[in-house]
């Protein structure tokens, strides 16, 4: 039920339509504690319109509202503040999360629309590092999200497939390369390469010119520089899986930036068409002084595309391709301005669903406050961070839990998931620090420590045995009274959470929850065999429930036993 549309109804009449239903509903808060009430509605906003202090028509209006619906309504200063029936209230909550289960929230606010999703991005024959996780945990929880108000997301791997980087490897191999190296361990020894030439071409800048026409012979279709390519897209795409398997991450397609080579000549071709491509010392720009930018370079002097290029060709493609009603790009705040470029560039060729394109920035994350980079050498590689992670899990389950039967599986669970949450809890703006000892302790505001509460959930239900109805239960504990609450703000949470893309409102939520959940355990003795016996385990599944479907929208499994 919508409590704060009881409380808007209930006080329309007594302001003697002062405001509108809808502006009250607005204008209601949320006291600090439970002790303050429920719900408040400050009275300041109609001082001026009323010629009276807010706290007289705090007491008048009180005076006149009927109560029979409440606990009570009382004046707190300029606040009329209403406790609910919390009986009613528990009963409403607890009916509609069993009722529904994992679909608690859902909403059909999206109407199954395309919703393109531009996210993880590695690029080839360079390992998928720590830098790599963020994109991708955030893209793929984003979906969940988007799929449970009624959106059909599609998470497109847009690969780094193209680029001077590969005239740079193939230079780097064909110097040092041995192709028995690379078939043993390929990211490996081509990262070695890579690294190796940026050290060189200090000295021997002649290197870089050598890795230029290695580029121009692939887009030529030059053969060789052909099968070198695509051997290397090859053995790169076998060792991202096994990261993609790891965090249980799957993709609708992975379409790179080599899907857009023949598709970038249109591009060019409707610039020119519409006027809009200036040359700039040899170079082709489009100005966009309208939308206060610095103007956009879209073909070097020698004639070569660029990324903004292949953007342009992926923004069309996916209007055509979609008909989107959102175009996502999850990808790191660093080119927020660059996307703006596209964006601007787009509607100005005429391409109007631009105007739902959204780039989705994220900060930076460093392990030990060090940035990570490919070029210096300096890599944290994903795979072996997850794997220490699952190690790490094992060796605490195995001291804390050394009977549990599925010991390997669990370790998965909360090991990978202890780096996935860790990362979605921080709003994705910001720059996060990486520990991997801080990521998996038990208690705190982490992954480990929500998944062990609704471990705990379960735990009391299996020893309970008692088969639970979807409605009627009576749960007046006081100590219930705020995890009750919490779990009616779940649908709401899911919204702020879509509305935002922002994983991290969900994940704070389930900490919270679990904290009052564990505080509610402490004080009440969930299993006594009494006339409340079922109203309580109606809680603790009701928890389970919500802590289960939170974990699912950030990619985070719930393990049955820890």
């Given at each position: 039920?919508?409590?704060?549309?009881?409380?808007?109804?209930?006080?329309?009449?007594?302001?003697?339509?002062?405001l509108?239903?809808?502006?009250?509903k607005?204008?209601i808060?949320?006291?600090?504690?439970?002790?303050?009430?429920?719900?408040?509605?400050?009275?300041f906003?109609?001082?001026?319109?009323?010629?009276?202090?807010?706290?007289?028509?705090?007491?008048?209006?009180?005076?006149?509202?009927?109560?029979?619906?409440?606990?009570?309504?009382?004046?707190a200063?300029?606040?009329?503040?209403?406790?609910?029936?919390?009986s009613a209230?528990?009963?409403?909550?607890?009916?509609?999360?069993?009722?529904q289960?994992?679909?608690?929230?859902?909403?059909d606010?999206?109407?199954?629309?395309?919703?393109?999703?531009?996210?993880?991005?590695?690029n080839i024959?360079?390992?998928?590092s720590?830098g790599?996780?963020?994109?991708?945990?955030?893209g793929?929880?984003?979906?969940?999200?988007?799929?449970?108000?009624?959106?059909?997301?599609i998470?497109d791997?847009?690969?780094g497939?193209?680029?001077?980087?590969?005239?740079?490897?193939?230079t780097?191999?064909?110097k040092?390369?041995?192709?028995?190296?690379?078939?043993?361990?390929?990211?490996?020894?081509?990262v070695?390469?890579?690294?190796?030439?940026?050290?060189?071409?200090?000295?021997?800048?002649?290197?870089?010119?050598?890795a230029r026409?290695?580029?121009?012979?692939?887009?030529?279709?030059?053969?060789?520089?052909?099968?070198?390519?695509?051997?290397?897209?090859?053995?790169?795409?076998?060792?991202?899986?096994?990261?993609?398997?790891?965090?249980?991450?799957?993709?609708?397609?992975?379409?790179?930036?080599?899907?857009y080579?023949?598709?970038?000549?249109?591009?060019?071709?409707?610039?020119?068409?519409?006027?809009?491509?200036?040359?700039?010392?040899?170079?082709?720009?489009?100005?966009?002084?309208?939308?206060?930018?610095?103007?956009?370079?879209?073909?070097?002097?020698?004639?070569?595309?660029?990324?903004?290029?292949?953007?342009?060709?992926?923004?069309?493609?996916?209007?055509r391709?979609?008909?989107?009603?959102?175009?996502?790009?999850v990808?790191?705040?660093?080119q927020?301005?660059?996307?703006?470029?596209?964006?601007?560039?787009?509607?100005?060729?005429?391409?109007?669903?631009?105007?739902?394109?959204?780039?989705?920035?994220?900060?930076?994350?460093?392990?030990?406050?060090?940035?990570?980079?490919?070029?210096?050498?300096?890599?944290?590689?994903?795979?072996?961070?997850?794997?220490?992670?699952?190690a790490?899990?094992?060796?605490?389950?195995?001291?804390?839990?050394?009977?549990?039967?599925?010991?390997?599986?669990?370790?998965?669970?909360?090991?990978?998931?202890?780096?996935?949450?860790?990362?979605l809890?921080?709003?994705?703006?910001?720059?996060?620090?990486?520990?991997?000892?801080?990521?998996?302790?038990?208690?705190?505001?982490?992954?480990?420590?929500?998944?062990?509460?609704?471990?705990?959930?379960?735990?009391?239900?299996?020893?309970?045995?008692?088969?639970?109805?979807?409605?009627?239960?009576?749960?007046?504990?006081?100590?219930a009274?705020d995890?009750?609450k919490?779990?009616?703000?779940?649908?709401?949470?899911?919204?702020?959470?879509?509305?935002?893309?922002?994983?991290?409102?969900?994940?704070?939520?389930?900490?919270?929850?679990a904290q009052a959940?564990?505080?509610?355990?402490?004080?009440?003795?969930?299993?006594?065999?009494?006339?409340?016996?079922?109203?309580?385990?109606?809680?603790?599944?009701?928890?389970?429930?919500?802590?289960?479907?939170?974990?699912?929208?950030?990619?985070?499994?719930?393990?049955?036993?820890m």
């Amino acid at each position: 039920m919508d409590y704060k549309q009881q409380v808007a109804d209930a006080l329309t009449a007594p302001l003697d339509g002062t405001l509108t239903t809808e502006k009250i509903k607005d204008l209601i808060e949320t006291p600090k504690t439970s002790k303050m009430g429920d719900l408040a509605f400050p009275t300041f906003t109609l001082a001026k319109s009323m010629h009276r202090a807010p706290n007289d028509i705090a007491a008048e209006v009180v005076e006149k509202i009927d109560q029979s619906q409440f606990e009570k309504v009382v004046q707190a200063g300029p606040y009329i503040n209403f406790f609910l029936d919390k009986s009613a209230y528990a009963n409403d909550v607890m009916s509609a999360i069993l009722s529904q289960g994992s679909h608690y929230g859902d909403y059909d606010e999206g109407h199954g629309g395309n919703v393109p999703i531009d996210m993880s991005s590695p690029n080839i024959a360079k390992p998928m590092s720590m830098g790599h996780l963020r994109s991708t945990v955030i893209g793929n929880s984003i979906a969940n999200l988007l799929t449970k108000r009624g959106y059909h997301p599609i998470k497109d791997n847009h690969l780094g497939d193209w680029g001077t980087q590969f005239g740079k490897l193939i230079t780097a191999y064909k110097k040092w390369g041995n192709e028995a190296d690379v078939r043993k361990d390929p990211i490996t020894n081509l990262v070695a390469y890579y690294v190796k030439f940026h050290k060189e071409d200090v000295e021997h800048p002649e290197l870089d010119d050598e890795a230029r026409e290695w580029f121009k012979k692939l887009e030529d279709g030059d053969e060789e520089a052909n099968r070198l390519w695509k051997w290397f897209s090859e053995v790169s795409l076998k060792e991202f899986q096994k990261v993609y398997d790891l965090l249980g991450v799957k993709f609708d397609m992975y379409n790179g930036e080599a899907f857009y080579n023949d598709k970038m000549q249109e591009v060019i071709d409707i610039l020119k068409d519409k006027n809009l491509l200036i040359e700039s010392r040899g170079a082709e720009i489009v100005n966009l002084d309208e939308y206060n930018l610095n103007p956009a370079l879209i073909l070097k002097s020698d004639g070569a595309t660029l990324y903004i290029t292949r953007d342009l060709a992926t923004g069309i493609y996916r209007e055509r391709e979609f008909h989107f009603a959102q175009n996502l790009y999850v990808v790191g705040s660093e080119q927020t301005y660059y996307f703006k470029q596209v964006k601007a560039v787009l509607l100005k060729m005429g391409f109007k669903s631009a105007e739902r394109m959204e780039h989705i920035p994220f900060g930076l994350i460093t392990v030990n406050g060090k940035k990570l980079s490919t070029r210096s050498g300096r890599i944290v590689l994903l795979e072996e961070v997850l794997n220490d992670s699952i190690a790490l899990a094992k060796k605490q389950i195995e001291s804390k839990n050394p009977d549990l039967k599925n010991k390997d599986e669990v370790a998965r669970q909360v090991g990978v998931g202890a780096v996935v949450f860790d990362d979605l809890k921080n709003e994705r703006i910001l720059n996060i620090d990486f520990n991997l000892e801080e990521v998996l302790k038990f208690e705190g505001d982490t992954g480990p420590y929500v998944q062990y509460t609704n471990v705990r959930a379960k735990s009391l239900l299996n020893k309970a045995g008692v088969t639970l109805n979807t409605e009627g239960y009576t749960l007046t504990d006081p100590n219930a009274w705020d995890t009750i609450k919490l779990l009616d703000d779940f649908p709401q949470i899911v919204k702020e959470a879509n509305d935002k893309h922002e994983p991290s409102v969900v994940a704070k939520y389930t900490i919270h929850l679990a904290q009052a959940f564990n505080k509610y355990y402490g004080n009440t003795k969930i299993l006594t065999k009494d006339d409340a016996l079922e109203g309580r385990l109606a809680l603790v599944k009701s928890v389970s429930v919500v802590l289960t479907e939170g974990l699912r929208l950030l990619g985070v499994q719930a393990p049955d036993e820890m």
